[in-house]
T-cell receptor
Framework: DVKVTQSSRYLVKRTGEKVFLECVQD?????MFWYRQDPGLGLRLIYF???????EKGDIPEGYSVSREKKERFSLILESASTNQTSMYLCASSFAEQYFGPGTRLTVT | GENVEQHPSTLSVQEGDSAVIKCTYSDSASNYFPWYKQELGKGPQLIID?????GEKKDQRIAVTLNKTAKHFSLHITETQPEDSAVYFC???????????FGAGTTVTVRA
């Protein structure tokens, strides 16, 4: 069974903290993605990676960075969390169809 | 970049009736159009997709149509059931597996 797992379902952090969101897929997919989901805005692409050696900015990369040291793992990093980064974060991986994880609801206070 | 618009943002239908969600896109390079369903507390899941060389595709009670000339595509759900209540997203991309541009989503509620 296809699986994309995210390290936390709910996370509460303070402003200024460094935050790591982890994503692991077990399908040997090359492509991995991080999206942010906000009401009325749909899913917006933060960063993506088509290869372990490759990371590309999406539509809203400001305030985020990523790490992909292994094919199956793609991490999203909030260098200094701010309240406007309170959101649902979704990780996905794909060969053709994109498979999504369950999401991490991050609250920054 | 690609801009996908989706309407309506909310849709309430009586059980057994049909539901239609419409999307438009801006980039003529887009050739693959998936639709995702997101249930409460879960990540989006692909329910149907269509490629640019096909005008219509059907899977049981769900169908998708594509008009590449007009740059719009639609999702049709017939004989709606309570389990169809969810948020639906359309998306567009040049190639399957490539990064997706999503619409804002439609919250569908099926009334018993």
């Amino acid at each position: 069974d296809v699986k994309v797992t995210q390290s936390s379902r709910y996370l509460v952090k303070r402003t200024g903290e460094k935050v790591f969101l982890e994503c692991v897929q077990d399908m040997d997919h090359e492509n991995m993605f991080w999206y942010r989901q906000d009401p009325g805005l749909g899913l917006r692409l933060i960063y993506f990676s088509y290869d372990v050696k490759m990371k590309e900015k999406g539509d809203i990369p400001e305030g985020y960075s990523v790490s992909r040291e292994k094919k199956e793992r793609f991490s999203l990093i909030l260098e200094s969390a701010s309240t406007n980064q309170t959101s649902m974060y979704l990780c996905a991986s794909s060969f053709a169809e994109q498979y999504f994880g369950p999401g991490t609801r991050l609250t920054v206070t | 970049g690609e801009n996908v618009e989706q309407h309506p943002s909310t849709l309430s239908v009586q059980e057994g009736d049909s539901a239609v969600i419409k999307c438009t896109y801006s980039d003529s390079a887009s050739n693959y159009f998936p639709w995702y369903k997101q249930e409460l507390g879960k990540g989006p899941q692909l329910i149907i997709d269509i490629r640019s060389n096909v005008g219509e595709k059907k899977d049981q009670r769900i169908a998708v149509t594509l008009n590449k000339t007009a740059k719009h595509f639609s999702l049709h759900i017939t004989e709606t059931q309570p389990e169809d209540s969810a948020v639906y997203f359309c998306a567009a991309t040049p190639l399957p597996g490539y990064k997706l541009s999503f619409g804002a989503g439609t919250t569908v509620t099926v009334r018993a």
